[in-house]
């Protein structure tokens, strides 16, 4: 078992910045693969990013440019900053966590809400 516990959410105006933390019980650096999802009000969750043991990213179209994932291997702890927010980032964040042989672990989420 992982146990993923995301914080950083909050309310920020159009334009402004987060940076959303994903701390993890075990160690980050034997996992296939971390990300980042969300999922806004009535629509189904999407990737957002993702960082591979490798330390490859990879991003949804709609947020290139903008958020950066990165973590820190002697924390056990992915970050995903994000910058020049969109009213349509508003949504609930979850944090992923892929071993190896494909068992996925997701934490409670962290509601992101970008409005002025």
């Known amino acids: 078992q992982v146990q993923l516990v995301e914080s950083g959410g909050g309310l920020v105006q159009p334009g402004g910045s987060l940076r959303l933390s994903c701390a993890a019980s075990?160690?980050?650096?034997?996992?296939?693969?971390m990300g980042w999802y969300r999922q806004a009000p009535g629509k189904q969750r999407e990737l957002v990013a993702t960082?591979?043991?490798?330390?490859?990213?990879d991003y949804v179209d709609s947020v290139k440019g903008r958020f950066t994932i990165s973590r820190d291997n002697a924390k056990n702890t992915v970050y995903l900053q994000m910058n020049s927010l969109k009213p349509e980032d508003t949504a609930v964040y979850y944090c992923?966590?892929?071993?190896?042989?494909?068992?996925?672990?997701w934490g409670q989420g962290t509601q992101v809400t970008v409005s002025s």
């Open positions: 992923n966590y892929r071993t190896p042989t494909m068992t996925t672990y």
């Open positions: 075990r160690s980050i650096f034997t996992a296939y693969s």
């Open positions: 960082i591979t043991r490798a330390g490859t990213t």
